[in-house]
């Protein structure tokens, strides 16, 4: 933690603002008015040694605020317009981000004076804000331990390159939402359950559109339409508005604008600024992004065994990332388990820190974070860790699924209040008799008073009868004069009868022990005769030393009574005395009341016994039966403090529990503070006050391949390790066109190297999750190689031509089926007529589609989808995916099982069913495929299918592809087919197709 101290030449004025003047206003008649500003300088004024302060800037903040904390209370300030005080905008309780931010550093302020006035005007002339002096002092203090001004030039230009990638993205962005609305060809109420009062609405796009999760849109420009974007996940956006609109108010078609919106860029640049500030968690993570240099980890630990079995490579991923210290890459193909590895990893880390394996030996809980670009998959990867360990979801709920939904900190709070209120209701119970009820006595202190009384009943009995004691025994002593001689001789021969018994009953026991001893010894046959004498002499003489005890103590008896009788002479003597016979009343009259007394306070102490036992106060019933004064004022004492202590609890019990209905921001903190996974998209662990100051000892981005730099730094920023899971032979990130003209038309000049442009085009062109495999994969990465998803001829196909054949296959097998002879089959349209197989495009620019592919998908899903649990249809084209949905309707006679099942490559990106059909679309004299060529979009599309891949169409002119690498993927397809897959012509599938709608009718 770094500290310095500054001292001030003169003192500071503070002015309460307009709007703290209005916040305590409403709290004073809510009743929940808390430290005032004459209160809270009061604290300051107390501080003599310093008063501890951060400065905090914000974007777009022209001047810096002040934020003060005492022993209680944190205060805002920000600097007046003139510099000669402070506006005093707030002041609350501590939060646990001010515990945490403080614990980063501070300065030690000792300020000679604090005033506060109630308006600027009144601020006296000639003070200052001395905000520069504190400016100063912060500004050292910040780079005084950090690398901050003396970053290496190679970080340096790495950063600036990222920074002007977010910067012109914002522009670029804004510039084209100004002018570009966003189409929408249909809206329908959700079918999710609200979380709020707002109305919540879905619109399917005309075109896709990456918009960032909070961004404000509105429709058709009508302010009443005004909402907020929960979810955007291909062509679908789903909108909370602001308001309830009727549902008949909005259009079916129409345009949503987006309003101006820097909550992502924010996000960005604040990851960007934390790095050139050395605040990143990771001290190494900006030498592992710049430089591509990592620190070399240690041999994997053998010997970590996760929770469930995990296949080889599986393995090596978990126990690789143990002992990874700062970053490793897991390649996870489709159908490769990746989840299942992530879960494990995750239950280890969490798992560790409990066990106390801290990295110094520390005992803490460790904190780990799973993200990623969309809500769906970080849900994905949090349903395998809700049942394991304490999980957190942080989003918008709307935009979660029903199970994370859950696990948000606002549901979680409501389960832990009601928990908290039950669980405690029979302790509050327990504690009622201790309660404090207003004016009136609780039933403790009521109890209490009445066992003071009779124990001072008893108190003053047990005085009066030690009273009339002391004055019976001078009686006593003046009328037993006469016989004391005589009594002294009576006592004098007890004592001597006492000496003579008790010698006679030693002899008595040794005689008895050495006849025991004589009749248990084992003697000769012959020798029994001898033996039997011998017993019968020392029988004799026990007889004879029993017959002694006897007397002695007959004679002792005689003596006893001898004394006994003169004594009670002596008492005969007193009660026949006139003074006497009085005193002897009295006393017995003052022990009756000290034992009715006693047995009042035993019979009221038993209710407060049981009451104190049963609220846990620690006090239980003493063991037998105290009859003496003193043993009851023991008890009273003790009784006393328990009581005490139960109504202290039972106050603190009902406060805490008064407090629970409005505890949830607090609560919400201590669920997130003791979580052992934090949930959140990349943006989300930003942009979340509940997470916005937490640390992560760990962090997962599963989808790595799809996210893009800036996003990737914003979780990445906040973690101590981090492991990217992801495949970058699949779909890339979203990459907007102009972003990507920008970095194309990049120069090399005075201000941007031409280095900084090549790294500028290739951060904007692919993910950091490529980048980083590319260059440290080799020793820093693990490749997932077993897959369970697709039939084993898709899989071999899909190894060898995108993963360098390492791919194995542990599937059941796909079973019998009434069409194709193998799990991959590709329909050949080539050999139909040109003008009935071509492709068509709408429009000089328009979208292209194919009729001749449409139907044949149609008629295939009429007459064979049915084999197949479920389906899917992808086509790379939007305008053919609108052909399709078409056709399909027409034939399977409704929208509802064809709307989720037909979709772009994007839309169906970690999906899987049971059969895929894959329609290529393009058929041209010409070999022209457009971005069919991205290979790693037919990836995607032929790894959805858990039983049976169906590709359609054109071979003649997928084969004839200007596109090489194309070409040559199609050219390993006609192999693959020809000997293990099932390569048949359009007609002869359609001929059979008419034969089974023939044998139906």
Not at 225 to 247: A, C, Q
Not at 318 to 336: H, I, K, N, S
Request: charged share 25%.
């Amino acid at each position: 933690m770094a500290t310095g101290a500054v001292t001030l030449p003169a003192g500071i004025a503070l002015v309460p603002s307009a709007r703290m003047v209005e916040k305590m206003a409403s709290a004073r008649v809510r009743g929940e008015d808390d430290l005032d500003p004459e209160g809270f300088v009061d604290q300051l004024r107390r501080m003599s040694a310093g008063v501890p302060a951060r400065l905090e800037t914000k974007t777009g903040q022209a001047t810096a605020t002040l934020r003060l904390y005492t022993d209680t209370h944190i205060a805002l300030l920000r600097p007046t317009n003139r510099n000669d005080g402070y506006f005093l905008n707030h002041v609350g309780r501590w939060s646990f981000q001010d515990h945490r931010s403080l614990a980063q550093g501070f300065l030690s302020v000792r300020c000679p004076r604090w005033t506060v006035h109630s308006q600027v005007r009144n601020i006296p002339a000639g003070s200052s804000s001395h905000i520069g002096v504190l400016t100063d002092a912060w500004t050292t203090l910040r780079t005084s331990g950090s690398p901050a001004g003396r970053i290496p030039g190679r970080h340096q230009e790495y950063l600036d390159t990222v920074e002007r990638i977010i910067l012109r993205t914002r522009d670029l962005e804004r510039d084209r939402l100004a002018v570009t609305p966003i189409l929408y060809r249909a809206r329908r109420a959700t079918r999710e359950q609200r979380f709020s009062a707002r109305g919540v609405y879905e619109f399917r796009l005309v075109e896709r559109c990456q918009i960032a999760e909070g961004t404000q849109v509105q429709v058709n420009g009508d302010r009443g339409l005004r909402g907020v974007v929960l979810r955007s996940e291909n062509l679908d956006m789903t909108i909370r508005f602001d308001d309830v609109p009727d549902f008949a108010r909005i259009p079916a078609q129409g345009a949503l604008t987006v309003l101006p919106s820097d909550v992502v860029y924010r996000a960005q640049l604040g990851a960007v600024a934390a790095l050139r500030a050395g605040e990143a968690v990771s001290p190494r993570l900006l030498a592992t992004l710049a430089e591509h240099r990592i620190q070399r980890s240690a041999p994997p630990d053998r010997s970590a065994v996760p929770g469930r079995d995990l296949e080889r490579s599986q393995l090596d991923a978990f126990q690789r990332a143990r002992g990874e210290p700062d970053l490793l890459l897991v390649l996870g193909p489709p159908g490769t388990g990746k989840t299942w590895t992530i879960t494990e990893m995750a239950i280890a880390e969490a798992a560790a820190g409990r066990a106390g394996e801290g990295r110094a030996g520390e005992v803490r809980a460790r904190r780990v974070l799973v993200t990623s670009q969309s809500n769906r998959a970080v849900d994905n990867v949090l349903r395998g860790l809700a049942g394991q360990l304490r999980c957190v979801r942080v989003g918008n709920p709307e935009a979660l699924t029903g199970p994370a939904r859950e696990l948000t900190a606002e549901v979680q709070v409501e389960a832990l209040k009601d928990d908290v209120l039950r669980n405690t209701e029979p302790i509050m119970s327990a504690l009622a008799p201790f309660a404090d009820v207003g004016a009136t006595q609780d039933d403790a202190g009521a109890r209490l008073g009445l066992l003071g009384a009779h124990l001072a009943e008893a108190r003053q009995a047990d005085r009066d009868v030690r009273a009339r004691d002391a004055e019976l025994d001078d009686i006593t002593r003046r009328l037993r004069a006469p016989l004391e001689p005589e009594i002294a001789q009576a006592q004098a021969e007890i004592d001597r009868l006492n000496v003579v018994a008790e010698r006679q009953r030693d002899r008595h026991a040794r005689a008895r022990d050495r006849y025991e001893k004589a009749a248990a010894r084992r003697v000769p046959r012959w020798w029994a005769g001898i033996r039997r004498r011998g017993l019968d002499r020392r029988d004799r003489a026990v007889r004879a030393a029993a017959e002694r005890v006897d007397a002695a103590e007959q004679e002792l008896a005689t003596a006893r009574a001898w004394h006994g009788g003169l004594l009670e002479q002596v008492a005969l003597l007193v009660t026949q005395d006139s003074v006497g016979g009085r005193l002897l009343a009295e006393r017995e009259h003052a022990w009756g009341r000290r034992e009715r007394a006693l047995t009042h306070t035993a019979r009221t102490a038993e209710p407060l016994y049981a009451e104190l036992e049963l609220a846990g106060c620690g006090l239980t019933r003493p063991d037998g039966e105290t009859d003496d004064v003193a043993g009851w004022e023991q008890r009273e004492r003790k009784l006393l403090d328990a009581v005490g202590l139960a109504r202290t609890r039972a106050a603190l019990l009902d406060d805490w529990r008064g407090r629970i209905p409005s505890a949830d921001e607090e609560l919400k903190h201590e669920l997130v503070s003791y979580a052992d996974v934090i949930a959140a998209t990349c943006i989300g662990v930003s942009t979340k006050k509940l997470v916005g100051g937490l640390d992560f000892d760990l962090a997962i981005v599963d989808e790595a391949g799809q996210i893009a730099l800036p996003d990737l730094l914003v979780p990445l920023v906040r973690a101590r390790r981090a492991v990217l899971v992801g495949d970058h032979k699949q779909l890339p990130p979203y990459l907007d066109n102009d972003v990507a003209q920008w970095s194309r038309e990049l120069v090399p000049g005075t201000e941007i190297s031409a280095s900084a442009v090549a790294e500028t085009r290739d951060i904007v062109g692919r993910s950091e999750f490529e980048r980083l495999f590319e260059r440290i994969g080799a020793e820093h990465g693990v490749t997932l190689t077993t897959q369970r998803r697709m039939p084993e001829t898709v899989a071999t196909f899909i190894s060898n031509a995108f993963y360098g054949g390492v791919l194995a296959t542990i599937h059941p097998g796909s079973g019998p089926d009434p069409l194709f002879t193998s799990p991959l089959a590709f329909v050949d349209t080539s050999d139909q007529p040109p003008a009935r197989r071509g492709e068509s495009r709408a429009g000089a620019n328009g979208g292209i589609s194919n009729r001749l592919e449409a139907d044949l998908i149609a008629a295939l899903l009429a007459s064979y989808g049915g084999h197949h649990r479920d389906w899917a249809v992808i086509v790379p084209y939007r305008e053919q995916v609108q052909l399709l949905r078409q056709t399909l309707v027409r034939r399977l006679g409704g929208p509802v099982s064809v709307e989720d099942n037909i979709g772009t490559v994007d839309a169906f990106q970690g999906n899987e069913r049971d059969l895929i059909i894959y329609g290529f679309t393009r058929s041209n004299r010409n070999g022209t495929v457009g971005f069919l060529s991205e290979l790693r979009r037919l990836n995607v599309a032929m790894t959805r299918t858990r039983r049976q891949l169906v590709l359609v169409g054109d071979l003649e002119t997928l084969g004839r592809s200007q596109d090489e690498g194309f070409r040559a993927l199609i050219g390993e397809l006609r192999v693959t087919l020809s000997r293990v897959g099932d390569l048949r012509g359009s007609r002869e599938i359609e001929t059979w197709l008419h034969d089974t709608a023939g044998r139906t009718q």
